[in-house]
């Protein structure tokens, strides 16, 4: 079977870089990218590539280069599911805010709407793609409403994980460690596993390609995405032990890191990890592990997220102590509101539960972000409901210009690494605060030395 026609259901961070560059790589493939959302959809068609919605490095020269050629971004849902032989699923997939499973469990309902409405199109056989996060055992259930909904076609349900990061989304999809697909394990799996094979092969090579059945695909992601959020929080844990011993969280890392069976990577402290993935997987598997009654394993990973969260207040606590226990009316600047460097997403970043405490505490915050756009910023402090969108739009001040941002106030903290905040003149900005002037490097990004010769009060995280 030779896939020629794709369309993808979600234009969001996964669906679009991730079309983007199945596009690029295949021109024989017709991709058509659809979304309910039409703003969404006339963004990524704005005729400036560089307006689209998602900013990844990278990533509007490969919407330049296949847009309108082989990539097509669409409202018309029905008309892309109709049309193609392979039908990615890359809708979001939130942690639910209601009824059972409340803020823990998986949100289906966008997955369900999706496999009602394939079920409703399709008149030809199709291969239907869980790109989304999923808990295990989301594929039979997709499966069950496209056999009993539909029109007597039939389909295979591949799951296909995405394991992309935010920030560097177009050199991973160009050079992914892994490519994994699970399928059902009947002659007709096999070949829709085959086809999607085909398709990564064009640009993977086929050593990487990892082939499994479908719940260990699913649980894969699940387990992936637990892994790395556990090393961040296994250093941050040792970075509250650094505070108090003297010991330095960045020499830890670097001393345990040469080990090769621990290794260097996502060991690096932080004021906390954030992102869509990281917390909403591990409570779904902590809600899957919790459904079997397997508690202790339920207890085990939970603990992962309880040391995030209390790694996020105790910035905001640090920094309160610090200002001699108020900041009331005192301006505090934030430098990044991001969850990481390089992307706009702000989705569970640190920099909004900080805020929060801080105004909770009546600071007043100043923010500058390269990337993140003001009502972004406003909309994710409104959606904490802590208090009304008046009171949090006299509360959050957003700057384009960081010199302007940090002009007058009495800390500077770090919630994103951005690479610029490195080379920003530091003397400037000191002179133009309020003194005795304080430093919170959340990202452990700065220089403290040199920061602390210019006469900053430096705080980084873990030392
Ligand atoms: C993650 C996974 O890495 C990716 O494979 C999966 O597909 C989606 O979830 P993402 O959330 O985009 O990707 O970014 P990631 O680079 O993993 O960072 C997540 C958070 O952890 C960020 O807030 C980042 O700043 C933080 N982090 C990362 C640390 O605090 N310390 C580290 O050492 C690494
Ligand atoms: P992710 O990070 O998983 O890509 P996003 O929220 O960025 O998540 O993107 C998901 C996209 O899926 C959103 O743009 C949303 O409008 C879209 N979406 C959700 N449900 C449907 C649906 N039934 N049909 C089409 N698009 C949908």
């Excluded at 345990?256 to 004021?271: H, Q, T």
């Excluded at 640190?350 to 390269?370: C, F, G, M, R, T």
Aim: aromatic letters at 8%; charged letters at 25%; hydrophobic letters at 40%.
């Amino acid at each position: 079977m030779k896939i020629t026609k794709i369309c993808c259901i979600g234009a969001g961070y996964v669906g679009g870089p991730t079309m983007a560059v199945i596009a690029q790589k295949c021109p024989h493939i017709q991709v058509t990218v659809v979304d309910l959302n039409e703003q969404r959809i006339k963004d990524w068609n704005d005729p400036n590539t560089d307006n689209i919605p998602i900013y990844e490095p990278g990533l509007s020269e490969i919407v330049a280069e296949a847009r309108g050629r082989n990539l097509f971004f669409s409202t018309e849902v029905e008309k892309a599911i109709d049309e193609a032989q392979v039908i990615f699923i890359s809708v979001n997939t939130p942690t639910k805010t209601y009824g059972k499973g409340k803020g823990m469990a998986a949100d289906l309902k966008y997955i369900e709407l999706c496999a009602r409405q394939i079920a409703k199109v399709a008149k030809q056989n199709k291969i239907v793609v869980e790109k989304s996060t999923l808990p295990v055992r989301t594929a039979e259930a997709i499966k069950s409403i496209l056999d009993n909904t539909g029109n007597g076609v039939q389909f295979q349900i591949l799951s296909n994980p995405e394991f992309l990061a935010e920030g560097t989304a177009v050199t991973d999809l160009l050079n992914p460690d892994r490519i994994l697909i699970g399928g059902d394990t009947t002659p007709e799996g096999e070949i829709a596993i085959k086809a999607l094979v085909d398709v990564y092969a064009n640009w993977v090579s086929e050593d990487k390609i990892l082939t499994t059945n479908v719940w260990s695909s699913e649980l894969s992601k699940l387990t992936a995405n637990a892994f790395l959020a556990q090393r961040i929080s296994s250093i941050n844990a040792m970075s509250e032990l650094c505070e108090k011993t003297g010991a330095d969280v960045s020499e830890v890392a670097k001393a345990i890191g040469m080990d090769s069976r621990i290794g260097p990577k996502f060991l690096k402290a932080s004021v906390g990890f954030g992102g869509s993935c990281f917390q909403k997987d591990i409570l779904n598997l902590v809600y899957i592990a919790k459904s079997y009654g397997l508690n202790e394993v339920a207890d085990y990973w939970e603990q992962v997220i309880i040391m995030n969260d209390h790694q996020k207040r105790r910035f905001s606590n640090k920094i309160v102590q610090t200002l001699y226990n108020t900041v009331a009316d005192k301006k505090i600047t934030f430098l990044g509101w991001a969850f990481k460097k390089d992307t706009n997403d702000t989705r569970e970043s640190a920099a909004i539960y900080v805020a929060d405490d801080l105004i909770n505490e009546q600071a007043k915050i100043s923010v500058y972000d390269p990337k993140v756009s003001r009502n972004k910023m406003l909309s994710d402090l409104d959606y904490l409901e802590t208090r009304t969108a008046e009171q949090n739009s006299k509360s959050l001040a957003i700057f384009d210009d960081p010199y302007e941002a940090c002009r007058g106030s009495h800390a500077i903290a770090i919630l994103t690494e951005w690479d610029e905040f490195t080379t920003y003149e530091w003397k400037k900005i000191y002179d133009s605060m309020h003194k005795p002037a304080f430093l919170f490097d959340g990202r452990n990004i700065l220089n403290a030395k040199e920061l602390e010769s210019i006469g900053f009060i430096y705080k980084g995280i873990g030392s």
